[in-house]
């Protein structure tokens, strides 16, 4: 039977929940490094190409951009999985998006540690968002995630979490908006973060790779 989470035509519009992990669960992070890698290819490929640095070590001329085809929404990255919240404007904007993401941090991955093969577990899945209820605690699910690592979420560095809670200027490769319009203030959503660890399954149809 094929996973209800196996999504293979996306939406000019429609939101949808990305994520995947690695190989027999193993870990897709093993430093800072790689983490740091990771957003940066989330960086290139979703910002206007002229804004970014050319001078970084991991700047390619050659690298697509998917500014203005897909926006990312809110993310998480987990030691072994990726949450990826994301929103298509393009058609085949995330399919291509995903596709590119996944073929650069592996041959990253690989380089790095003298490996070959895949790192993640098949094609990543993806489970649309088709009500603001749904969107709020997909949100919440996201950003609490380093919960399950005995973290702070406010102070974990691997997700777009503290974007949304200070006052510090959100990435422009992030679109913080898209969430933050469905609340009165930054202290709500703040205060909704904070609520009691949700399981997925519990409101978010078990969208759970853990």
Request: a negative charge.
């Given at each position: 039977m094929p996973s209800k989470h196996t999504i293979r035509s996306f939406f000019d519009g429609g939101y949808y929940h990305i994520f995947n992990r690695g190989v027999a669960k193993?870990?897709?992070?093993?430093?800072?490094?790689?983490?740091?890698?990771?957003?940066?290819?989330l960086k290139s490929f979703l910002s206007d190409p002229e804004l970014l640095d050319k001078q970084d070590p991991f700047y390619d001329s050659r690298r697509l951009s998917f500014y203005g085809?897909?926006?990312?929404?809110?993310?998480?990255?987990?030691?072994?999985?990726?949450?990826?919240f994301v929103t298509q404007l393009e058609d085949q904007g995330i399919s291509d998006?995903?596709?590119?993401?996944?073929?650069?941090?592996?041959?990253?991955?690989?380089?790095?540690?003298?490996?070959?093969?895949?790192i993640f577990q098949g094609r990543f899945k993806a489970a649309g968002v088709y009500s603001d209820m749904h969107f709020m605690h997909l949100s919440r699910y996201i950003h609490q995630n380093p919960i399950d690592?005995?973290?702070?979420?406010?102070?974990?560095?691997?997700?777009?979490?503290?974007?949304?809670l200070t006052e510090d200027d959100s990435p422009s490769w992030l679109n913080i908006n898209h969430t933050m319009d469905l609340f009165h203030s930054t202290e709500e959503y703040r205060q909704f973060l904070l609520q009691k660890r949700i399981k997925?399954?519990?409101?978010?149809?078990?969208?759970?790779?853990?």
């Amino acid at each position: 039977m094929p996973s209800k989470h196996t999504i293979r035509s996306f939406f000019d519009g429609g939101y949808y929940h990305i994520f995947n992990r690695g190989v027999a669960k193993q870990d897709i992070y093993l430093d800072k490094q790689d983490y740091a890698v990771f957003l940066y290819y989330l960086k290139s490929f979703l910002s206007d190409p002229e804004l970014l640095d050319k001078q970084d070590p991991f700047y390619d001329s050659r690298r697509l951009s998917f500014y203005g085809k897909v926006e990312l929404i809110c993310y998480c990255l987990m030691p072994n999985h990726y949450h990826l919240f994301v929103t298509q404007l393009e058609d085949q904007g995330i399919s291509d998006f995903m596709r590119a993401l996944s073929n650069a941090y592996t041959k990253y991955f690989n380089n790095k540690y003298d490996r070959v093969g895949p790192i993640f577990q098949g094609r990543f899945k993806a489970a649309g968002v088709y009500s603001d209820m749904h969107f709020m605690h997909l949100s919440r699910y996201i950003h609490q995630n380093p919960i399950d690592l005995g973290k702070d979420i406010l102070g974990y560095d691997y997700s777009s979490c503290r974007y949304f809670l200070t006052e510090d200027d959100s990435p422009s490769w992030l679109n913080i908006n898209h969430t933050m319009d469905l609340f009165h203030s930054t202290e709500e959503y703040r205060q909704f973060l904070l609520q009691k660890r949700i399981k997925s399954k519990d409101i978010l149809e078990d969208e759970s790779i853990d």
